[in-house]
């Protein structure tokens, strides 16, 4: 007879936690929850941190590449595993220590606090044999931060409506060149709202934050019309506090980017080239600070592709 072979603990794969660009980004007024209501058009990069796990006795995590970003129960892996565990008992039972490598910059409006906290939730439900469906991992997600539910989606290309959370995939576009430009600062979410409400006034006008399309599965296919729906709302309050972004956002389209604009609510600024030399070529002649060093770091990257790790 042969020996009983030992019962292999639950162990999640490596992921890979891309970041995201808002092609789109309107904002409603303020809603008496405290939230706004948003239109965005969501679309994912090459650019990626990344995530594995080795088994703990209690749950941890290391943070490597970034000593920006809290390694405690602040951050949203820690709280996802948490959540994660919440729901499923098997899971929680069996911590996982997270080893994280950042490549994607913190406070950017690049999403990368959200994709981190997407890819511990769906490493955990498939090393834990899929106990939620994508409905209820998409609920959890919501917990956790608008932008969840979009990276738990794997679309390249999504909108998002309500507080964002809402995502309807669309079609991805040909791949292109993105350059990303990383200013020497962050910008907290909450503040950049906080600055689009005053800059609004007590009683803004009206404004009507539909604008993705009457069909957008069919509408928002290639770059002509995206490029001509690009948009956010965030730049005006923004450019206003750090000037710097707006002479970042005007050497990108100088350079020959179709598209140009804010990362969601800052600080980065992304273009998307035709070409990878236009792009590097935009990469080599960043505008000089008065001290004459770049005013912002180059990260060159792409449009996720379908194919790509996740």
Known sequence: ?????PVSEPRPGPRHAPA??????????????????VDTILLAL???????????????????????VPA???NLCWRAQRLFGDRVPAAGAKPQRIHLQKRIP??????GGSSDA?????????????????KQLAGLGAELGSDVPFFLSGSVLAAGSDRGQEVEPLPAPPPRPVLVLVPGFGIATADAYGW?????GPDPAPRATAGVAPDPRTALADWEHLAALAANDFEAPVFRRHPILELGKSHLLDAGASVALLCGSGSCLFGVFESSGARDQAAHRIPATASGEPAFRAI?????DPSEPG
């Open 46 to 68: 090459g650019l990626a941190d990344e995530i594995s796990f080795s088994a703990a006795d209690t749950p941890g995590l290391e943070v490597r590449g970034d000593t920006t």
């Open 1 to 5: 007879m042969s020996e009983p072979q």
């Open 196 to 200: 689009l409400d005053e800059d609004r």
């Open 118 to 134: 997407a890819a511990v939730l769906l490493a955990l439900n498939e090393a834990f044999g899929e106990p939620l469906t994508a």
């Open 300 to 304: 060159l990257t792409h449009t996720r």
């Open 72 to 74: 405690g129960e602040d």
């Open 20 to 37: 995201k660009v808002n092609l789109l980004l309107r904002v409603g007024p303020r809603r008496a929850d405290g939230y706004h209501a």
């Open 106 to 111: 913190a406070g950017a409006g690049l999403g």
